[in-house]
């Protein structure tokens, strides 16, 4: 029933989203950091709220009569759907409590999903309070799991700190994870690039190196091929399972180990065409009768969603806008080019146009400076709304944030389309895996903010999800929020030097403009 009504889009009584993610949260705390599982198992990786492409997951990965889940974490974030995963997924470890393991995903923390997705989603479908549910129960997941005392299952990776596996059974997971330590490890770390062939001569990888600083993620470590092998041969097993990152064929199989011929490791993804862009596929490790097989599968169809769960009158503001600054801008250049580089005119002829309009040169230079600044007023909110319809684009389709010549690109679209969203715009710039995993590079990062601790600090206060096409433009190391009210605020605040073509604009206005008084208000005639 729960699968049907999530599937055409329906939601819960708050009283009941909070039923399934307190008694999980409670079942969950009785369960070791380290979860024993048993095969016949099938092993899944990210989800990130594509709860139409979860379903599909389920008809491949094998029916609950014979067979087992484990999931490695990251339901939610950057999907639409990821309170309809988290809570289908709580209900099914609910009705099946051996069935399901659900280990912890670098997204389960308050940290990322306010700075992403979910907290949004969240609030605009329910309430603070089941958010809050939300990261309750993410404090109570287990961090890994054993398959058969053979392969050792993680949402990241290894960590310098993990020595014995005693040492994941006697950490604290019940917190939120740091930017350092065990915890952070297994949930952030990844393998190095060109993972098993350190050895190489053209390796960027210190010989000898087993982990390595990860810049990529801002936290936790790169772990080589050597490190895995010396962790694998440590606690006696067979291969380590990951998740953490998107691949192409939804999984990717590394080196094999010198002493067991195994892979070193094996990284399984579960979201495929990950953000709508990736055109990547998803894929489930089902491991029975010591077998493993790789089971793939293409994305599902699902409703479409604007960004930030926003409606459309609010999202196409910065549009409109775009347009009526563009407006305004034209009704107040009135001179042609020709006209404005004319040489001035002369002292006789400038006293002569003073006399006729009765004004005297103080009136003149003050009413000049006057139609200087509303120019440049109207200049500045062309900007902001620049910004705000560059902000509305990057925040619905993925595109790429270079040009051919290798400069950042920004600005209006000119031509007749410019006030649409380009179907072809995704197909245009992002053509393969890759270019899309370069464009949402930046996103993979711990992000880094700092959090209002004031008496008046909004404690439901969310950071914009960051951008994937215009990656300077990020306010999260500036701690605030790229609204409309912040971008006005402070473009109109700007300190720009002035141009040489508003100066001989507004010159020429005040020159040939009449005194007319003061403006008087529009007067309504019959209207109804």
Known sequence: MLKNHFF??????????????????????????????????????????????????????????????????????RGCFGIECLLYLYALKLSYPTKFVLL??????????????????????????????CIDSFCALPVAALVD???????????PELNTLNDIATMDRFREPGSHGLLCDLLWADPVSGFGEEDKPNSLVPPGSTFLHN?????????TYAAACQFLERTHLLGIIRGHEAQDNGYTMFRKTPTKKFPSVITIFSAPNYLDVYHNRGAVIKYANKNITIRQYNASSHPYWLPNFMDAFTWSLP???AKITEMLLAILSICSEEELTEEDSSEE??????????????????????????????????????LLREESEAASELVATEDISGQPTAGLRVGSDALSVQGNQISRNIRSFDDARRSDLMNERLPVFEVDTSPSGSPTTMFPPPSMRLPSR???SMGEGLNMEMLIKKTL????????????????????????????????HETT
């Open 215 to 223: 810049a990529t993620r801002g936290c936790s470590y790169f772990y």
């Open 104 to 133: 912890r995903g670098n997204h389960e923390c308050r940290h990322l999903t306010e700075y992403f997705t979910f907290k949004r989603e969240c609030l605009h479908k329910y309430s603070e309070h089941v958010y809050e549910a």
């Open 493 to 524: 605040e700007e300190d720009e030097d002035d141009s040489p073509i508003v100066e001989r604009l507004a010159e020429r206005i005040a020159r040939g403009r009449r005194v007319t008084g003061r403006p008087q208000p529009l007067k309504r």
């Open 319 to 321: 549009f409109v806008g």
């Open 474 to 476: 990020r306010a999260s």
């Open 8 to 77: 055409k889009e329906g939601r819960l009584k708050e009283e009941h989203a909070l039923f399934i993610l307190q008694e999980t949260s409670d079942m969950l705390k009785q369960e070791a950091n380290l979860v024993d599982v048993k095969s016949p198992v099938t092993i899944c990786g990210d989800i990130h709220g594509q709860y139409y492409d979860l379903m599909k997951l389920f008809e491949v990965g094998g029916s609950l009569n014979d067979n087992c889940y484990l999931f490695l974490g990251d339901y939610v974030d």
């Open 349 to 386: 002829e400038e006293s002569r146009a003073l006399a006729d309009a009765s004004i005297s040169p103080a009136d003149y230079q003050q009413r000049r400076q006057q139609i200087k600044n509303k120019i440049m007023a109207v200049g500045r909110m062309q900007r902001v709304f620049q």
């Open 149 to 159: 005392s053979k392969f050792f299952c993680v949402h990241g990776g290894i960590s």
